[in-house]
C-alpha cells in the first residue's frame, strides 16, 4: 500500500476497493461464459461464441457514452448519492451488463441442449474408463507442476536456518 499511498492517497485506495467489489460479480459472469463457450464449441456452434464479445463491448461503449452521462446528471440533483464517482459508475456498469448479455446470449444458442438435457434422465458414473485416464494421465504433470512449490518451500527453510535477509534475498 505504501507505493499507492505515494500515488494518490487514502482516496485513491478507498476508491479501488470500492470499484473492486462492484467489479467482482464480473468474475464470475467471465468464468461462466469461458464454460459456455466451451460448450457451444463442443457442439461446433463457433460463430456464436466468437460473436458473444461483441455484446460485452457494445455494453461497454454504451455504458461510456450513455450510463456515464445518465449518472452524472442523475447525481447532481441528489437522486444517485450512493454513487461515489458516476462516471466510472457508469463505467462499471456497462462492464456488468456486458458480462451478463454475453453470457445470456450464450445460454441462449443452447438452449434447445440444455432442454434435452434435463428432460432425459442419464446416469452419472463416478468412476467411469475415462475419468480414470485423464487421472492417470495428469498425475506426472501434477507433480512436474509443483516441483516449483516444493522448491520454494525447501529452500526458503534452508534460508530461515541462515543470517538475518536470506529469505528476502532468496526471493529476489
Given at each position: 500500500?505504501?507505493?499507492?499511498?505515494?500515488?494518490?492517497?487514502?482516496?485513491?485506495?478507498?476508491?479501488?476497493?470500492?470499484?473492486?467489489?462492484?467489479?467482482?460479480?464480473?468474475l464470475?459472469?467471465?468464468?461462466?461464459?469461458?464454460?459456455?463457450?466451451?460448450?457451444?464449441?463442443?457442439?461446433?456452434?463457433?460463430?456464436?461464441?466468437?460473436?458473444?464479445p461483441?455484446?460485452?463491448?457494445?455494453?461497454?461503449?454504451?455504458?461510456?457514452?450513455?450510463?456515464?452521462?445518465?449518472?452524472s446528471?442523475?447525481?447532481?440533483?441528489?437522486?444517485?448519492?450512493?454513487?461515489?464517482?458516476?462516471?466510472?459508475?457508469?463505467?462499471?456498469?456497462?462492464v456488468?451488463l456486458?458480462?451478463?448479455?454475453?453470457?445470456l446470449?450464450?445460454?441462449?444458442g443452447l438452449?434447445?441442449?440444455?432442454?434435452?438435457?434435463?428432460?432425459?434422465?442419464?446416469?452419472?458414473?463416478?468412476?467411469?474408463?475415462?475419468l480414470k485416464?485423464?487421472?492417470?494421465?495428469?498425475f506426472?504433470?501434477m507433480?512436474?507442476?509443483s516441483?516449483?512449490q516444493?522448491?520454494?518451500?525447501?529452500?526458503?527453510?534452508?534460508?530461515?536456518s541462515?543470517?538475518?535477509?536470506?529469505?528476502?534475498?532468496?526471493s529476489?
Amino acid at each position: 500500500f505504501g507505493s499507492l499511498e505515494k500515488r494518490g492517497g487514502q482516496a485513491f485506495i478507498d476508491e479501488c476497493i470500492y470499484l473492486t467489489r462492484w467489479l467482482f460479480p464480473y468474475l464470475g459472469l467471465t468464468m461462466l461464459s469461458a464454460v459456455v463457450m466451451g460448450a457451444l464449441h463442443k457442439q461446433g456452434k463457433m460463430l456464436l461464441s466468437a460473436a458473444s464479445p461483441i455484446i460485452f463491448n457494445i455494453c461497454m461503449i454504451l455504458g461510456a457514452i450513455f450510463f456515464v452521462t445518465w449518472f452524472s446528471q442523475g447525481n447532481n440533483t441528489g437522486q444517485l448519492q450512493f454513487l461515489k464517482n458516476p462516471t466510472l459508475m457508469g463505467l462499471v456498469v456497462g462492464v456488468l451488463l456486458g458480462g451478463f448479455l454475453q453470457i445470456l446470449a450464450q445460454l441462449l444458442g443452447l438452449y434447445s441442449s440444455l432442454i434435452k438435457f434435463f428432460n432425459q434422465p442419464t446416469k452419472i458414473k463416478i468412476f467411469s474408463p475415462e475419468l480414470k485416464k485423464i487421472l492417470v494421465l495428469m498425475f506426472p504433470m501434477m507433480i512436474a507442476a509443483s516441483s516449483a512449490q516444493i522448491n520454494v518451500v525447501i529452500n526458503t527453510n534452508f534460508a530461515i536456518s541462515l543470517e538475518s535477509g536470506a529469505v528476502t534475498w532468496l526471493s529476489y
